[in-house]
């Protein structure tokens, strides 16, 4: 996985610090001045340096083994799952974080590590129910007719001038928005493109990423479910946190 050069680098104190400050830090071991450069909560994508997220009701112990095999030096857990990874700890010497919630601290860590790319790179998100994905590529066009280069992370593909993949998600989990803004930056483009959906906006996806420019486009009953959206007033709500999330003028 690419790694986006920083100017600043982070260190895993610099992230027990940050958590601590926002209230989420419940408690540490190891925590020391190594360095972090990346983020993920898959490990089979962990490469050296890296934080990585304990994430998801199935989590097993043998998903941060494999993370620290890896090379991660320091993971995030809930206190839930303290216990079944401590040995780890001990064992490999990775830091610990314990939070009160994995998605917050998603949403939290991922800028600090690649060194806040949004400064650099101006992110538009585009939300509602339908049309999400043809307004991206019409706004994407439109920029480049312009003469400025522009990434992109939508429902049909993700290009941020390094990576270039069929998208699984319409919005990728926070570390991996993070890691796509810094790469534009990193290949210098000017400017990001972003599908946001109702799921996103819910699961703190977007949660620390100021938009420099917010589009609502509309409201349906499509994603009304016990599963995803209980009552189309649930989805508006998820929908128009986009919108309030924008950049200080």
């Known amino acids: 996985m690419h790694h986006s050069d920083s100017a600043t680098v982070t260190t895993v104190d610099t992230l027990a610090k940050l958590l601590d400050v926002c209230g ?49 030096v320091a993971f995030v857990c809930e206190e839930s799952l303290v216990e079944s990874l401590e040995p780890l700890v001990k064992e490999n010497g990775a830091a610990m974080l314990v939070v009160d919630s994995v998605r917050t601290a998603m949403a939290l860590l991922p800028p600090e590590v690649y060194d806040r790319p949004d400064h650099d790179v101006k992110i538009v998100g585009i939300t509602g129910t339908k049309g999400k994905t043809t307004a991206a590529f019409m706004l994407q066009s439109i920029i480049k007719a312009a003469g400025e280069s522009c990434g992109m992370i939508g429902s049909v593909n993700t ?90 003028p």
């Open 159 to 248: 290009d941020d001038g390094i990576e270039c993949y069929e998208s699984t998600n319409t919005t990728p989990e926070a570390p991996e928005v993070w890691r796509h803004i810094a790469n534009c930056r990193a290949s210098g483009r000017q400017s990001m493109v972003m599908e946001v959906s109702s799921q996103a906006l819910k699961y703190q996806r977007v949660e620390n990423l100021p938009f420099d420019v917010a589009c609502f486009l509309n409201i349906g009953r499509d994603h009304i479910s016990p599963i995803e959206h209980p009552t189309s007033r649930i989805i508006l709500r998820a929908s128009s946190g986009s919108l309030i999330r924008l950049r200080p």
């Open 24 to 72: 989420e830090l419940r408690a540490s071991e190891q925590v020391d001045g190594r360095a972090v450069t990346g983020c993920s909560f898959d490990s089979r994508a962990v490469s050296a340096g890296d934080v990585f997220f304990c994430k998801g009701a199935a989590f097993k112990p043998a998903f941060l083994s494999m993370a620290l095999d890896s090379g991660a």
